[in-house]
T-cell receptor, first 116, second 111 residues
């Protein structure tokens, strides 16, 4: 079974700083996806970024980028030029690549606070 | 309007009551899911469905049941609610590309 671990329950940085959220996972699969989801106080789950394991290039979405280390099973999220609106819970998630149902396995979450 | 709609958004009930959480989607996806979120545990899968005729248990299905009434509708039931089922419940859908689309969540409190 796959497991996802986020070792930082809470983090806090000043606005405009760069912050990195850690995520490690355990799997014997070779084909899979990794995701970072954001959950603001509105509690909506919002996809931030997605990485396909067969792609060596790290995914980037505007101020959000990942450092995907497949051998180390590490998938960290970097937020550059952080903004107050980035305050949220962040969840790392793993999904085995399959033709069937896409079942996500989530980490415990990291509560990120951006201070003015 | 949201693509994935959950009702109710918030509900307080008493131990032993039957509760149904409803989910409807306009994305046309075949795959639908129910997740439960607890502090410090992330989201955990309760049930999922490939299509109307297919229902599968997730990792924490005990105490729950589901019904897939139509492609667009997937409801979660608690036959006899207990306090440790107090949580935030999410419905989600996905297409073959794998991205999940979540509803806004249903917060359930069992007293």
């Amino acid at each position: 079974a796959q497991t996802v671990t986020q070792s930082q329950p809470e983090m806090s940085v000043q606005e405009a700083e760069t912050v990195t959220l850690s995520c490690t996972y355990d799997t014997s699969e070779n084909n899979y996806y990794l995701f970072w989801y954001k959950q603001p106080p509105s509690r909506q789950m919002i996809l931030v970024i997605r990485q396909e394991a067969y792609k060596q290039q790290n995914a980037t979405e505007n101020r959000f980028s990942v450092n995907f280390q497949k051998a180390a099973k590490s998938f960290s999220l970097k937020i550059s030029d952080s903004q107050l609106g980035d305050t949220a819970m962040y969840f790392c998630a793993f999904m085995k690549r399959t033709q069937g149902a896409q079942k996500l396995v989530f980490g415990q979450g990291t509560r990120l606070t951006i201070n003015p | 309007d949201a693509d994935v709609t959950q009702t109710p958004r918030n509900r307080i009930t008493k131990t032993g009551k039957r509760i149904m959480l409803e989910c409807s989607q306009t994305k046309g996806h075949d795959r639908m899911y129910w997740y439960r979120q607890d502090p410090g545990l992330g989201l955990r899968l309760i049930y999922y469905s490939f299509d109307v005729k297919d229902i599968n248990k997730g990792e924490i299905s005990d105490g729950y049941s589901v019904s897939r009434q139509a492609q667009a509708k997937f409801s979660l039931s608690l036959e006899s609610a207990i306090p440790n089922q107090t949580a935030l419940y999410f419905c989600a859908t996905s297409d073959v590309a794998g991205e999940l689309f979540f509803g806004e969540g249903s917060r359930l409190t069992v007293l």
